[in-house]
């Protein structure tokens, strides 16, 4: 009987350190996951709006990193497409500025973590 118990307590603190491990947690979300040509092209448009100068492409560049360590890089592009059809004229653009799916969500996401942490961190 004696053995049986003390089996059981190693067993059940196997069981709580396993839990606590390192392992059983879900992996962080990779904040690398920005292609480098999504990252330079938001540099380069972003150094087009701010001025070509060293002090522009470090802004630049930092900023992009807030963004994607905010958010996804899925949701970054659903956001960017969104705001680049916006501005289509006519009808088709009218659709993507009026509507109130899943993109116009996005899209405010990706403005309030450009606006509010990008800049305040890198500007």
Do not use: H
């Not at 118990?5 to 059940?12: F, N």
């Not at 100068?53 to 802004?59: D, H, S, V, Y």
């Not at 009808?91 to 009026?98: I, M, P, S």
């Amino acid at each position: 009987m004696r053995l049986v118990g003390s089996v059981r307590r190693i067993v059940a603190m196997l069981s709580v350190l396993a839990a606590d491990s390192p392992w059983s947690r879900a992996p962080p979300r990779d904040v690398n996951d920005y292609p480098t040509s999504a990252r330079a092209e938001y540099v380069y448009g972003c150094m087009k709006a701010n001025g070509e100068t060293r002090q522009a492409i470090e802004q630049c560049s930092c900023s992009v990193d807030v963004i994607a360590s905010i958010i996804p890089y899925d949701r970054y592009v659903t956001a960017e497409t969104v705001l680049s059809m916006s501005q289509v004229q006519g009808n088709l653009g009218a659709q993507f500025r009026n509507s109130e799916a899943g993109g116009q969500t996005r899209l405010n996401d990706l403005r309030r973590a450009r606006q509010a942490e990008a800049e305040v961190r890198c500007f």
